[in-house]
Structure formats: C-alpha cells, structure tokens
DNA sequence: CATGGGGTATTC
DNA sequence: GAATACCC
C-alpha cells in the first residue's frame, strides 16, 4: 500500500536538547540527564551525541558513566511531590507540535519527541505550484536514500550526496526535470511523490530548529512503520528516504525485533515459532500461515 | 528496591 | 476499570 506520504520525525536526545537551551554551558560538551540522583548518581534517561562517544547509555548509572566519562555533565529531572516531573519536556514537545502543524493538518503526537505526520496532501498541493521546477541535489542537504547510502568508511558526505543525485537521477529520469508536468501518470510517481516529501521534511526541520532551536531526525516513506525504521538509519540532524522499491532489500537483512511492536513477545514468538529471524523471511509466510498461530488481527 | 514515569492500544 | 503488551 504505497498510497500516502508519512514522516516520523523524532528529536535527538531530546531531554538533554532541552536542558542545553535552558543552559548554554552545557552545549558542545558530554551531556546526560538522570532521574533522581541519591542512589549510584540516578538513572540516566538522555544522552547527548559527546556523551555517546564515551560509552555512555541510557539506563545506566550516573556514577557509572562518570567512571566512563569523567567531564560529564549531568542534569537532574525537576522533581515534584517526591516524584521525577517531566512536564518541562512535555512543554518543550508541544513547541515543536506546533511548528509541525503549520506543514499539515494531520499530525499525531507519537511520544513526548516523536510525532508522525501525513504529508499526503502537503506534497500533492506543493507538486502542483511547483510544476516546472525541479529537485536539485542540494536543496536535499542532510537527506539519505536507502540503497543509494552505502558508505565505505570516509568521505560520507561525498557519499551522501553522490546517492542522492543518482537516486533523483533515477526518478526523474535524466536532467531532473524531464516528463512534466509531473502528475499520477508519472512512472516513477510515488518516488516522485518521495522527493517531495524530502524537500518539505527539509523545510520542516529547518522551521523546528528556526522556532524552537531544537534538532531532530525524520524517516521519509509511505507508511508509519517504514518510517520510524527509516529515521533510525541515519542520525542525528538527518533525514532517510526509504523508497518502496527497497524495501525487501533491507528487510532481508533486518532482525525482526527492529520493528515497531515486534521488539517484544511477538517478536520473539514469530523468531521462535515460525521460524522468522528477519523481516525477510517473516514476508515469505502467507497470511494463512499466520492465522494458524494467531488471532486475525495479529496475523 | 534499584530504570522508571508515562503514553496508547487491546482485551476481558 | 483492570490487566497486559509495547513503546520512548
């Protein structure tokens, strides 16, 4: 069902996003913020992308990750009534909710920094003013394309790019702007439809960050599952277009509990009971198969 | 005691 | 409304 546009956009580390604008000092330097800190130096709930390169994770200690990175700065969740309050953050979220409602009027708030929005009729409206231009390279500046992102270590922004010209290549078949007016005639409609949809998310991004100084990822597809997998490929600041036509690629070397809803007891029973370590081979099985071992809406 | 607070969805 | 599953 290749029929709407969806993006997942998602906020890097975003707790600790937060307490950076609250605290510039905090900015450019290992970062995390921790609930509670009484025993072994709180849980950590945020990790910035400094802190990460020392090893430091989420759920781990505070006193665990100073021995790891001994400059870390943490930052303590406000606490209220005896309890960790994370209405700052939830405040924080609906900032960036807003920005993203001025680019569609269908946009579901996902989690505190993770909102899915349709992005349908957003593209078809601005295909239709735009006709006679076309996508250049660089107006897609912090875009991936799934099979066209294979970097051999190195050069990853030659790599970056060079993949997005050859897949913009591909869909609008040499030059770019050739076989306009571009309408649902188009052969390569819904990669067209794609290329868009990567033009806006880029204009939505840079809005977020322009109104609210936050950054964040997004994953560019034609459904809510895609794309919360894709905007996992490729952060932070960046955005993944995963077009159609690629999908069993990357499904066939994708461990099934990568997957929305399938990290927990059903993925486990789809590796342990049918046999199914990849999403590949879970797409192989019929949905007969499937009504075998669970109740039709699961199958 | 030792990731935990909080969200949605489904089922009974 | 409670219990369960899954998520960040």
């Known amino acids: ?28 330097v290992p970062a995390a913020v921790v609930q509670y800190n009484s025993w072994k130096g709180g849980g950590i709930i ?50 960036v909710i807003k920005v993203l409602c001025e680019f569609s009027d269908c946009v579901e708030r996902a989690s505190i920094d993770e909102a899915y929005i349709e992005l349908t009729q957003t593209v078809e409206d601005r295909i239709k003013k735009k ?11 912090s875009s991936w394309v799934v099979g066209y992102d294979k970097t051999k270590d ?28 571009l309408d649902s005639n188009h052969p390569q409609w819904d990669n067209v439809r794609l290329a868009y949809a990567a033009l806006i998310c880029e204009d939505m991004r840079a809005a977020v960050l322009a109104q609210t100084g936050f950054k964040c990822s997004a994953g560019i597809t034609h459904n809510k599952m895609l794309s919360k997998l894709a905007c996992g490929l490729h952060k932070p600041n ?11 690629q990357l499904w066939d070397g994708l461990p099934v509990g990568k997957v929305r809803h ?11 009971e049918m046999g199914c370590n990849t999403m590949g081979d879970l797409a192989k099985l019929s949905l007969q198969q499937l009504i075998g071992r669970y109740d039709n809406k699961t199958a």
């Not at 802190?51 to 943490?74: H, N, S, T, W």
């Open 46 to 95: 945020a990790v910035n992308y400094e802190a990460r390169a020392f090893g430091v994770k989420r759920g781990m200690r505070g006193d665990e990750a100073r021995g790891k990175c001994p400059d870390l700065q943490l930052v303590q969740v406000p606490v209220n009534r005896g309890k960790a309050d994370l209405t700052k953050y939830r405040d924080a979220g609906k900032e």
């Open 131 to 141: 006709n006679g231009t076309h996508i250049a390279t660089d107006m897609l500046k």
């Open 262 to 272: 399938l990290g927990g007891k059903l993925g486990d029973s789809l590796t342990e």
């Open 238 to 248: 960046q955005q993944t277009v995963l077009p159609q036509d690629e999908v069993s």
């Open 1 to 28: 069902m290749t029929d709407r546009v969806v993006v997942l956009l998602d906020m890097d580390c975003f707790y600790v996003q937060v307490e950076e604008r609250d605290n510039p000092h905090i900015k450019g």
């Open 154 to 181: 190195g050069d990853q922004q030659g790599v970056r790019e060079k993949g997005v010209h050859e897949w913009l290549n591909s869909v609008f078949e040499n030059g770019e702007d050739a076989a306009l007016p």
